[in-house]
């Protein structure tokens, strides 16, 4: 069954000057999606999610959150976001317990140490909660933003570049918290990324802006399991297979050979067979075929100026 639509952005624009930032942009969050909203640096989307958090204002359209307009329901809907833009800033020589206690008060809400602990629990810090921040990691600071996130329950999380500046260590912690979150409370996430593998590995969802504008949106595994694949045919002679495929109709597909005879083709489904019968009607013999097509090769494929 599907599920009803938490965000719901149309014809959404924004104009500075004589730049638009933002460009007709039209794109749909369901709820329980974790959404990758993904583009090349200046595509817009630090833009839009701005506009998403009422902090700047559309030049025209419109944005939708839980079923009300941003424009006449702002406060209501913004109570049931949490978001982390940038980096999030804590005060460095107060614990952690102590910041996530500040930054509620700042947001109105009164949390007993209870709550605070639930927050720090959630995002694996619990034993760190009497810690100075100073003492924490880029990957625990982090964490802890994305706990101050939490502190009001909120039913969508948007988060803006959260790995950005993360060794591996921080980024798998990231990811697996995010994972944490959809499935163990139903949270929809919003992931603007350019962490392109992160985003393969974790969302459901994802739309590709560039120049303000949605190029393609839909499910991840549906949008990359269609159109063109990078085929990998293992051969059994790189010099007889490349003059064979010399003024072919493959000849423009091909993307290189490797040292341990394979062939890498750029292919549509359904015209692996048909490769696969030239080389063989050839003399090429092809002693295993495979096909991959990752979230990258996909991005620039449909970016690329």
Do not use: W
Not at 255 to 269: A, N, P, R, T
């Amino acid at each position: 069954m599907d599920k009803s639509p938490i965000i719901e952005i149309r014809s959404l624009c924004k104009t500075f000057g004589q730049f638009r930032a933002v460009d007709n942009l039209d794109i749909t969050v369901n709820q329980g999606d974790i959404y990758g909203f993904l583009g090349p640096n200046g595509a817009g989307k630090s833009t839009t999610i701005r506009m998403l958090l009422s902090l700047i204002s559309p030049t025209s359209g419109n944005i939708s959150v839980f079923g009300h307009s941003l424009l006449t329901h702002r406060n209501q809907i913004l109570s049931g976001i949490g978001a982390i833009v940038e980096k999030p800033d804590f005060y460095l020589y107060l614990t952690a317990e102590q910041n996530i206690n500040i930054l509620a008060k700042l947001h109105g809400i009164d949390l007993g140490i209870k709550e605070i602990h639930r927050a720090l629990d959630q995002v694996g810090l619990l034993d760190r909660a009497k810690s100075k921040v100073k003492t924490f990691s880029y990957g625990m600071k982090q964490r802890l933003g994305i706990a101050q996130a939490l502190i009001h329950n909120p039913q969508l999380i948007i988060l803006d570049e959260p790995t950005n500046g993360l060794d591996p260590v921080g980024v798998k912690e990231i990811r697996e918290l995010i994972l944490k979150l959809r499935s163990e409370q139903d949270k929809t996430i919003f992931l603007s990324s350019h962490i392109l593998p992160e985003v393969e590995l974790i969302a459901n969802r994802m739309v590709i802006i560039n120049k303000g504008s949605a190029v393609i949106e839909g499910s991840v595994n549906e949008l990359l399991n269609s159109g063109m694949l990078t085929v990998n045919f293992s051969i059994d002679n790189i010099e007889k297979t490349k003059e064979v495929l010399r003024d072919s109709q493959f000849e423009s597909s091909v993307l290189g050979f490797s040292e341990d005879s394979k062939l890498y083709i750029k292919l549509s489904k359904e015209r692996i067979t048909d490769c696969t019968s030239f080389l063989v009607d050839h003399g090429i013999g092809i002693d295993g075929i495979s096909s991959t097509r990752s979230l990258e090769e996909y991005f620039l494929s449909i970016t690329r100026p």
